[in-house]
């Protein structure tokens, strides 16, 4: 029981300090720039483009960023992205927030979206 206890105590831990990201960084920046830069920017300055500006974008509420017009599912999703929410929404996009606007059909692949969630928590 005392085990037990520890155990939890020492995941809860983990959790609370990195947000345990199981992807590699590298390889998601590589898909990153094939199949998301034409319309997402990266830098803490980019303008927005036919997407909205992905600096920052974890811990961020979907549909919130200053100056981007995103559609009304979007906005009213309740999602805030961490690796989680942004692996089911990169999956299928029209299937996890219905109605939403971003032109993506999704990723297969979950090494491809774990590796891209890696990516977008170094971008801060
Ligand atoms: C053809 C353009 C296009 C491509 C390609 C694209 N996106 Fe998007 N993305 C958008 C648009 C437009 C929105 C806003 C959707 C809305 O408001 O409904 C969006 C929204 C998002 C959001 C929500 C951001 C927020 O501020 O809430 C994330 C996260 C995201 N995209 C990640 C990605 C990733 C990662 C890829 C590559 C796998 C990708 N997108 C590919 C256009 C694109």
């Known amino acids: 029981m005392a085990r037990i206890l ?5 995941a809860a831990g983990t959790l609370a300090t990195s947000p345990a990201i199981a992807g590699d960084a590298k390889a998601g920046q590589t898909v990153f720039k094939a199949k ?7 830098a ?6 036919i997407g909205p500006r992905l600096f920052k974008v974890m811990g961020r509420k979907a ?3 200053p100056g981007f017009t995103y559609s009304a599912a979007m906005k009213a999703s309740g999602l805030t992205w961490n690796a989680d929410t942004l692996s089911l929404y ?4 029209q299937k996890a927030v219905r109605g939403n606007r971003m032109p993506f ?7 491809d979206r774990d590796n891209i969630a890696a990516y977008l928590a170094t971008l801060r």
């Open 90 to 93: 990169l999956a299928n996009p």
């Open 63 to 65: 549909g919130t960023l």
């Open 105 to 111: 059909a999704g990723l297969p692949s979950a090494a």
């Open 36 to 42: 998301c830069a034409m319309c997402h920017g990266v």
């Open 6 to 10: 520890i155990t939890l105590a020492l």
């Open 44 to 49: 803490a300055n980019s303008p927005a483009g």
